[in-house]
């Protein structure tokens, strides 16, 4: 009974991350690729991920904050980010990243400005999300479930 | 199980591959991926697993051109655009003037025509967008030969 409330509210709340866009089939993807021998791959991957964006936007607001600003060394670390966000699906931090390197592009300072509390606010939204579901994910194993995962196709 | 027209399963077992669920052995083809985020090269790491190739990784272009300069040799070069000190368009074009021939998949997460067009001329086989997924990477290694029937 228990489990099963569990894995519903886990069912319900991964659906809703996909629906509000927090995540894409990339995400789905990287849960396919786990089993017994990486039974924490998503989460691992997913924590790479978070010091990698944290590194990255600590490099953003620096060269930023610069009397001159280098656009292509910002173009560059939004790149990165870019990439390893839609290496994990995290769909809304991926687009925030597009709308930047247009801005890098233009050498529009007041829009990478706002793009950059704009990434980090969606960096920020979707750990606590992801920290929400490997959550829920530990309480339905150790009540002895199985989390569900979502088809692929 | 169905929710919002997504469907769910559970997973109990590993995952199995069918004809590529082979354990890595001898005669295991050789991959040289060239990427600089980690994340990337984790996933991918992981993604080969288990299509029995051996998976080397370069960090930038140059330590790609590096390592054929040395002697190594690949099956299939996956090449990703944008990276420091060299990027995939250089390092596929110096690659090509060491007389390699090894087929070389160009990756991008832009999937820009001019992409496409300055790595097709710098020497690769084929551009792919990324991120890469495990039914992609399957129909490359199928198509460069790299599969075991």
Same mark, same amino acid.
């Given at each position: *009974?228990?489990?099963?409330?569990? /894995?519903? +509210?886990?069912?319900?709340?991964?659906?809703?991350?996909?629906?509000?866009?927090?995540?894409?089939?990339?995400?789905?993807?990287? /849960?396919?690729?786990?089993?017994?021998?990486?039974?924490?791959?998503?989460?691992?991957?997913?924590?790479?991920?978070?010091?990698?964006?944290?590194r990255?936007?600590?490099?953003?607001?620096?060269?930023?904050?610069?009397?001159?600003v280098?656009?292509?060394?910002?173009?560059?670390h939004?790149?990165?980010l870019?990439?390893?966000?839609?290496?994990?699906?995290?769909?809304? $931090?991926?687009?925030?990243?597009?709308?930047?390197?247009?801005?890098c592009d233009?050498?529009?300072?007041?829009g990478?400005?706002?793009?950059?509390?704009?990434?980090?606010?969606e960096?920020?939204?979707?750990?606590?999300?992801?920290?929400?579901?490997? +959550?829920?994910?530990?309480?339905?194993?150790?009540? @002895?479930?199985?989390?569900?995962i979502?088809?692929?196709? | 199980?169905?929710?919002g @027209?997504?469907?769910?399963?559970?997973?109990?077992?590993?995952?199995?591959?069918?004809?590529?669920?082979?354990? *890595? =052995?001898?005669?295991a083809?050789?991959?040289?991926l060239?990427?600089?985020?980690?994340?990337?090269?984790? $996933?991918?790491?992981?993604?080969?697993?288990?299509?029995?190739?051996?998976?080397?990784?370069?960090?930038?272009?140059?330590?790609a $051109?590096?390592?054929? +300069?040395?002697?190594?040799t690949?099956?299939?070069?996956?090449?990703?655009?944008?990276m420091?000190? $060299?990027? =995939?368009?250089?390092?596929?074009?110096?690659?090509?003037?060491?007389?390699?021939?090894?087929?070389?998949?160009?990756?991008?997460?832009?999937?820009?025509?001019?992409?496409?067009?300055l790595?097709? /001329?710098a020497?690769?086989?084929?551009? /792919?967008?990324?991120?890469?997924?495990?039914?992609?990477?399957?129909?490359?290694?199928?198509?460069? @030969?790299?599969?075991?029937?």
């Open positions: *009974m228990e489990v099963s409330r569990l /894995q519903r +509210r886990y069912i319900d709340f991964i659906s809703a991350l996909f629906h509000e866009g927090f995540l894409d089939s990339q995400f789905t993807e990287l /849960q396919h690729l786990q089993d017994e021998s990486n039974p924490d791959f998503v989460s691992e991957v997913a924590s790479l991920f978070f010091e990698d964006s944290e990255l936007l600590n490099e953003l607001s620096r060269t930023l904050d610069q009397q001159t280098d656009f292509k060394k910002i173009d560059a939004v790149h990165q870019k990439g390893s966000s839609a290496s994990i699906g995290a769909q809304r $931090v991926k687009n925030v990243c597009l709308t930047f390197r247009s801005c233009e050498n529009n300072l007041e990478c400005l706002g793009c950059l509390q704009q990434v980090k606010q960096c920020y939204l979707v750990k606590n999300k992801l920290d929400a579901l490997f +959550r829920l994910e530990q309480q339905i194993l150790a009540t @002895g479930g199985v989390v569900p979502m088809s692929k196709d | 199980m169905a929710l @027209g997504a469907r769910f399963r559970y997973i109990i077992s590993s995952n199995t591959l069918g004809r590529f669920g082979l354990a *890595m =052995g001898e005669g083809k050789r991959i040289l060239v990427e600089d985020t980690e994340v990337n090269r984790v $996933v991918v790491r992981r993604l080969v697993r288990e299509l029995n190739v051996s998976l080397e990784e370069a960090e930038n272009g140059q330590a $051109v590096d390592l054929i +300069r040395g002697g190594r690949y099956d299939l070069i996956l090449m990703d655009k944008e420091p000190v $060299v990027d =995939g368009h250089e390092a596929t074009r110096q690659i090509r003037s060491l007389g390699v021939t090894t087929p070389i998949v160009a990756l991008s997460g832009d999937s820009l025509e001019s992409d496409r067009d790595f097709l /001329q020497g690769a086989d084929e551009f /792919q967008p990324k991120p890469l997924t495990r039914d992609k990477l399957i129909n490359i290694f199928s198509r460069y @030969g790299l599969d075991y029937d």
